[in-house]
Nanobody
Framework: QVQLVESGGGLVQAGDSLRLSCAAS??????MGWFRQAPGKEREFVAA????????DYADSVKGRFTISRDNAKITAFLQMNSLKPEDTAVYYC????????????????WGRGTQVTVSS
């Protein structure tokens, strides 16, 4: 079974950029998704990418600012976050899934433990 570890979070100012990484314990052919959970809110979908890296999906709140990608070895997934806003503050999680569509339902097979992103105004 694949294990996931997120990294790259930190404290930044509004307008800054961060790149999150999700390292898998081994090569995977699963789709990968990013989610986030802010204090007092439910976990929400952010972005997803299929196993090959050819198809992507984004939440409306991050479209045009965030970019999801994965390496050629299918070991690491990335989330490039530009033009960060205070409302992006949350713990960010990555997860595996059978397809991009499953992430829209909040479903994932394997989850990481998360990385904190804090954006100040």
């Amino acid at each position: 079974q694949v294990q996931l570890v997120e990294s790259g979070g930190g404290l930044v100012q509004a307008g800054d950029s961060l790149r999150l990484s999700c390292a898998a314990s081994k090569r995977t052919y699963y789709a990968m998704g990013w989610f986030r959970q802010a204090p007092g809110k439910e976990r929400e979908f952010v972005a997803a990418i299929d196993w090959s890296g050819g198809d992507t999906d984004y939440a409306d709140s991050v479209k045009g600012r965030f970019t999801i990608s994965r390496d050629n070895a299918k070991i690491t997934a990335f989330l490039q976050m530009n033009s960060l806003k205070p409302e992006d503050t949350a713990v960010y999680y990555c997860a595996t899934g059978p397809s991009i569509g499953t992430f829209r339902l909040g479903r994932g097979g394997t989850w990481g433990r998360g990385t904190q992103v804090t954006v100040s105004s």
